[in-house]
């Protein structure tokens, strides 16, 4: 019995989800904690790939760090299968609906009972994503924190004024597609709002350094920054959002498995 309670304890549960935006469904993909009781909730946004395999995994990654994590399909269920067709999904996005789409996520985690209607929720987005957090945050006060990983999608700077929550960014140097340039001018408009973040620099990384499955087949330098990033990532989140019950990581390694994947394609 004793064996049966620990290995309970280590498992989540992820399942199909939807919810309403401004009257339409957004479908999405939710992974909690199998155990019950109040989590912190996190929004988590793709990039150009849409709701991939690879972002289904890092969704139960973070489930398995001790979130109720959810992921929207801001892309409609498109997954593209080609640099050119992914970057014409993009462009193609109606932001403000996607943005929409991302608050309501907010509003629905904290309809479920393992949230709770106080409950923190915070908001973490790669590339396309980063830049749909940011404005999620600056446009409504329904995050505590939020994450941006090499936001592609550059709000403009006035917009900037409305995030209240802590920020925390990671960038690799040698990203092309939000190259420093990018990242020094959102960073002098924070400066200039008095918006308050960490800032995380990568050496050698490029875009979408972190966007990969646990079990990906990747370059070493690739894991250590990734594998660097998440855990900065969940200790971002757990100091900012505030504690509550049942708030620990489960182990990983006895977490539901999957098939071994690869990263999305590069921007």
Request: some cysteine; charged content about 20%; hydrophobic content about 40%.
């Amino acid at each position: 019995m004793q064996e049966t309670a620990e290995i309970s304890s280590n498992l989540i549960v992820s399942l199909h989800a939807g919810y309403e935006a401004a009257d339409e469904y957004v479908n999405a993909y939710i992974a909690r904690p199998v155990n019950g009781g109040q989590r912190a909730g996190v929004v988590l946004l793709s990039g150009m790939n849409g709701l991939s395999w690879t972002q289904r995994e890092i969704t139960r990654m973070y489930a398995r760090a001790g979130f109720v994590a959810l992921s929207p399909d801001f892309m409609d269920g498109l997954l593209p299968n080609s640099r050119v067709k992914a970057l014409h999904a993009k462009n193609s996005l109606d932001v403000a609906r996607a943005v929409e789409q991302v608050t309501a996520g907010a509003d629905f985690l904290r309809s479920l009972p393992w949230v709770g209607p106080e409950g923190p929720v915070g908001v973490m987005g790669f590339c396309l994503g980063g830049g749909l957090a940011l404005l999620a945050a600056a446009r409504t006060q329904k995050f505590q924190a939020g994450i941006v990983y090499h936001q592609s999608l550059f709000p403009d700077p006035r917009e900037l004024e409305g995030i209240k929550c802590r920020l925390q960014c990671h960038y690799g140097t040698e990203d092309q597609s939000s190259p420093r340039t990018e990242v020094d001018a959102f960073i002098q408009a924070l400066d200039r709002y008095g918006v308050k973040y960490e800032l995380h620099w990568y050496e050698g990384m490029g875009h979408s350094f972190a966007q990969i499955t646990p079990e990906a087949d990747v370059q070493p330098a690739r894991r250590e920054a990734t594998n660097l990033s998440q855990e900065r990532c969940f200790e971002f989140l757990r100091q900012e959002l505030e504690p509550v019950t049942g708030f620990e990581p489960v182990d990983e390694h006895k977490a539901d498995g999957g098939p071994v994947g690869t990263p999305d394609p590069a921007p």
